[in-house]
Nanobody
Framework: QVQLVESGGDSVQSGGSLRLSCTASGVRISDYCMGWFRQAPGKGREGVAT???????RYIDSVKGRFTISKDNAKSTLHLQMNNVKPEDTGTYYC??????????????????WGQGTQVTVSS
């Protein structure tokens, strides 16, 4: 049984930092595209960042230079370092895993495995 469990969400002021973590079980994250997605209140879910088996990364334009996705395959843990956060970063952040379309050059398509989410609130 695959489980993805996010942690690290919090309330933070604009300009602050947060580090989200996702612990995976039942799946080898080294064999999957791993991604962070978010959903703001009243909006649809959007991809934020992905990382492939080879370590290649992808970010949406609005977080480039501020967020960093990383992983520790040995610990089956995915991270999202969020710096200089903005109110528009507010939302529920989800960890996801997929390999239907390969394990590198990971896009923001609909992933197969999902966590329950962790809340990030950024105040101005």
């Amino acid at each position: 049984q695959v489980q993805l469990v996010e942690s690290g969400g919090d309330s933070v002021q604009s300009g602050g930092s947060l580090r989200l973590s996702c612990t995976a079980s039942g799946v080898r994250i080294s064999d999957y595209c791993m991604g962070w997605f978010r959903q703001a209140p009243g909006k649809g879910r959007e991809g934020v960042a992905t990382i492939g088996s080879d370590g290649s990364t992808r970010y949406i334009d609005s977080v480039k230079g501020r967020f960093t996705i990383s992983k520790d395959n040995a610990k089956s843990t995915l991270h999202l370092q969020m710096n200089n956060v903005k109110p528009e970063d507010t939302g529920t952040y989800y960890c996801a895993a997929d390999r239907l379309y390969g394990t590198n050059d990971c896009q923001f398509h609909t992933y197969y495995y999902w966590g329950q989410g962790t809340q990030v609130t950024v105040s101005s």
